[in-house]
């Protein structure tokens, strides 16, 4: 009888161990799933203002921004076009853009997009539809940028594909800190993987 009592009592100890561990996982899930959703309706909404904006807003021909931060990097802006939020007049709504970020001690970035949004204050700057990034041999496309110079950071999502002379990666998200070079290259869901592709090879690796 002791012996019936251990096990079932050993049972129950695992059932609801069992049980513990799926819900964890199961919410785990959810919360990620739950924050691709949020980025993706805040990056949704940008891109609507940004275009809302040119569109309703008195045009500016060949706008022009550069800064540098204390480290010595150096940022560049062009614009065929740009308006002023009537609203916020630190921000300005670009189109057809074109950006370089001159790394002190190290290779240039060129960025180019079909709009963009930037803080005349902070140099922060969304790049969005069809931006292009180029550094070294490595070519990024996506549909959304979100650089600051403050923090040194590039947050590259929507349609991310890296692309150099040995491989192409598709992602959810790119991340670069442009002063210490580190890259973190991931999925918004733990179940998708990164897609990888030799160019010497058929097939995603």
Request: charged letters at 30%; zero cysteines; hydrophobic letters at 40%.
């Amino acid at each position: 009888m002791k012996k019936k009592i251990i096990i079932s009592g050993s049972f129950i100890i695992f059932f609801f161990s069992f049980l513990i561990f799926f819900y964890l996982n199961s919410n785990s899930e959810k919360n990620l799933i739950e924050k691709r959703k949020n980025v993706e309706k805040i990056e949704e909404k940008n891109l609507e203002l940004v275009e809302e904006k040119i569109e309703s807003s008195n045009i500016i021909e060949d706008v022009s921004y550069s800064a540098k931060d204390a480290n010595g990097n150096e940022y560049f802006l062009k614009a065929a076009e740009g308006t002023i939020d009537q609203n916020e007049s630190n921000f300005i709504f670009l189109k057809s853009v074109k950006a370089i970020i001159n790394l002190k001690d190290y290779k240039l970035i060129e960025i180019s997009s079909d709009f963009g949004k930037y803080n005349i204050n902070n140099y922060d700057t969304i790049f969005s539809q069809n931006v292009i990034i180029r550094y070294l041999d490595n070519e990024i496309t996506s549909d959304y940028l979100d650089f600051s110079l403050d923090k040194n950071l590039m947050i590259i999502s929507k349609d991310v594909i890296l692309k150099n002379n040995i491989r192409s990666l598709r992602a959810d998200v790119i991340e670069v800190n442009i002063d210490t070079r580190d890259t973190k290259i991931f999925m918004y869901e733990e179940n998708k993987k990164i897609n990888i592709k030799s160019l010497n090879k058929n097939g995603f690796n």
